[in-house]
């Protein structure tokens, strides 16, 4: 049940994904409490965060768990039979050892957020210098036609991905998601 | 000293029936069975890693059954070593040291005292990656000697090393328990491991304890098919070895056995063929010729002695002789009926030099 749920934005349209946080947001009740409370999603950068979060989440959580299904719990068998309790086991031996999956989660996880467009354009809508980023960018100035900007911008794009992989398969290559 | 208490398990694949054990303080227990009977998960029962479902654990005295791992000081060594790759050779024997917020002083001298001991005092800064099988054997096991545990298991250490490795650290194990003076409780499918460490020996299978006792007395009287069978060899005697020429000559109550084994047969090269050096030797029971009038030949082993049982056993026939120590030999049965032997015959057994190993 807890599987379906994390992995359900995997399979949802980022686009989709981002008018189902904007209904949620921005018409149910307990989006319109969070907003009375202070904490606006809709068309914020606020909601760039949370666009990116939701859509890229369940792509780090298969990451990690991956990470820690590769490290047998005989390691933290070991360790408890040298002294540890079950937190020092986890903290001495067991998240040590994950550390690289970690990291090369983590970056692969921000790639993927910095270039998610659909859920972020729904969200948080696409204003120029209020909630624009990078992919949004690319998008606006395509569509006015400025050339040159969007290239550039695609370019940025195109590195930080292949930095991120870089990162990703160094680390961790052979992984299995 | 230990005592297990009628301890049952069920973790689905594997599982413990009834397990009742106990073991002497600085004794050397092997336990011995096929894949699936049950030795680790008595072991990591042992550990403190599963609870029983049923029966109690004792140690000197203390009940530990319901305690949890680091309070039984209780040590394992896992079969793939389980090496924190992440912590350098040193940190990793110091591991247990640190958990019990020893001083650095403390945790250096036995951490040296140990290495030394097993002779990896110059991988001190090495990553368990770069290490080879045996040296990363050598490092689990002082992991587990420096923490001077109650009792500590060893699951299968020798299984995965190559032959000349694995006879020197036989050896070093045997060095460790007479220094360190710890309990042990060895696991094995290796007889030869039995022989040259074990005090006592249990057998399981089907997560039961079948039999226990002195290796001589489980494998002469093996109780039942599945322990003969399992080991496969019989006729195994210890004596003192010394060498003549090529040959080695072992002494076994009074009776001489020749062995073209090289060298004191342990292909070690170090330390062998030391004249009245304790070694066994052993002459698997296809290999002796029994026969009713001397035979002459080459071979250099021949003695005589009286028929004292016979197994007869379908296809092979097992024949006991005793010519001051017990033979068991086996014949065809075509082979047998041709003799026509029976109990009380006078019959001459006849085994060549090269069919006696030494170890």
Redesign the interface.
Known sequence: MANTLLDMPLALPPLVAGVGLLLFFGVSIPGRDLAGAGLVFVFTPLGIVIAQFFVNMPFMVRVMRSTFEEI?P??E?????????DA?ALW??TL??A?NGLIAGSVITWSKGIGEFGAVLMLAGATRMKTETLPTSLFLNMSCGKLDEAIAVATILILISLVSLYVFERRVGGLRL | MLRIENVSIDLGEFALRDVSLEVGDGEYLVIIGPTGSGKTILM?TI???YSPDEGRIFLNGREITGK???M?N???V?Q?Y?L???LSVKENIA??LR??KASPGEIDKKVAGASELLGISHLHHRRPGTLSGGEQQRVAIA??IV?EPAVMLLDEPLSALDGLTRERLRRELKRIHKVYGTTIIHVTHNFEEVFSLADRVAVMDGGEIVQVGTPEEVFRRPKGEMIANFVGVENVFKGAASITQELVEIEVDGLRIVSAAAGGGNGGGDDCGTAGREVFASVRPEDILISKVPLKSSARNSFHGKVEEIANGGIMVKVWVDVGIPFMVMLTRRGFEEMDLSKGDLVYLTFKATAVHVF
């Not at chain 1, 068998?77 to 309790?85: E, I, Q, Y």
Request: glycine share 8%; charged share 20%.
């Open positions: 047998s005989r390691y068998h070991v360790a408890k039979t040298l002294g540890c309790t020092q001495r031996v040590p050892m550390t | 990591e550990a403190g890693i949890v791992s680091r039984r209780v040590c394992m896992y793939d389980m924190f790759p992440h591991f247990g958990s019990r992991r587990a923490m």
